[in-house]
């Protein structure tokens, strides 16, 4: 009768993490698990490892680009079969894993690649990014586990990063841009803004762009166009192993947060314009003497090819 229950069990959460990937809802017989909250009191030792390690967990796809990682949280109940101390703990610990696991599948189908097309979109489109992002989320890292033993609840932490070479960007570099036809298609090519640069007042050698007075989403990929459609900035088209190292840029919410995070990347004296709209929901578009302004400063310092550049968010 205990062998029969353990392979049941067994049968149960292999049932719930092929559900996971099909982003269904992670509720199966003889394993339980409650909806996402964020971590609550009963966790103390969680909320005191999330302050000592300066993390906190992520809500939005944004949130994910200006911290530069995921960090999801799940609580989960122990297997209704469950008797003893210890097989409460895993099963418990299995189901959060699990719910952990489909709540950063929400989160990353939510990151936008370029312009209009998310990562759901890609996945859609290209069976080879729907399979590789399967993967990715299937290799997560589970960095926390607490088991709270008089309420009965378990709760883990899966964390990934956004860019870095096992990131998220990696991957969906290595397969959108990697792959001719599908970076024709998922980043058209746009006109490349050219003009004779001008005497500027200053040396600059970053960028950044103040987007907080329009409705801006970071990307993986996030160019800047000038008002006749002119491209001034697109990361395709740099070399991926810096996009894949630090990503297309910086993303803060104060200018000043922008010039200490590009001082990370060697910038000591960045360029700041203010965006003047959206061409999508992801690029953004400059005035054309703002246009003038970046080119020149580029001409002489060339830091748009190392993605020396930041933006700033509402």
């Known amino acids: ?76 109940l122990p297997s209704p079969t469950a008797r003893s101390k210890g097989q409460k703990r895993i099963t418990a610990e299995r189901a959060a894993t699990a719910l952990a696991y489909r709540q950063l599948a929400e989160i990353l189908d939510g990151v936008a690649v370029v312009g209009d097309t998310m990562v759901r979109d890609a996945e859609l489109q290209y069976d080879v990014v729907r399979t590789a992002v399967a993967g990715f989320i299937k290799g997560a890292q589970v960095v926390y586990k607490e088991w709270n033993q008089e309420e009965e609840v378990a709760l883990v932490m899966v964390k990934v990063g956004l860019t870095g070479p096992k990131g998220f960007g990696s991957l969906l570099y290595e397969k959108l841009l990697g792959d001719p036809q599908i970076k024709k298609e998922v980043v058209p090519q746009e006109p490349s803004f050219k003009t004779k640069p001008v005497p500027l007042e200053e040396s600059y050698d970053g960028l950044i762009i103040d ?58 004296n960045p360029l700041v314009v203010k965006a003047s709209g959206t061409v999508t929901p992801s690029d953004l578009q400059v005035s054309e003497e703002d246009a003038v302004r970046i080119y020149s400063a580029n001409q002489r310092a060339n830091f748009l090819s190392g993605a020396k550049v930041a933006f700033v968010l509402r």
Not at 42 to 47: D, P, S, V
Not at 222 to 238: A, C, H, L, Q, W
Request: charged share 20%.
């Open 1 to 76: 009768m205990k062998r029969i229950s353990s392979i049941l069990l067994n049968l149960v959460f292999v049932s719930v993490i092929l559900l996971i990937y099909q982003s269904t809802a992670v509720s199966q017989e003889g394993m339980q698990a409650q909806p996402p909250s964020p971590v609550t009191e009963r966790f103390q030792m969680a909320n005191q490892w999330l302050n000592e390690n300066n993390l906190s967990i992520t809500t939005s796809s944004e949130q994910a680009f200006v911290n530069d990682y995921i960090l999801v949280a799940a609580e989960g």
């Open 211 to 268: 987007a907080r007075d329009v409705n801006f989403r970071p990307a993986l990929i996030n160019r800047i166009f000038t008002p006749k459609g002119e491209v001034i900035y697109d990361p395709s088209k740099i070399s991926q192993k810096v996009l894949v190292e630090q990503g297309c840029g910086e993303y803060t919410n104060s200018v000043e947060k922008a010039k200490s995070a590009l001082e990370q990347r060697g910038v000591k």
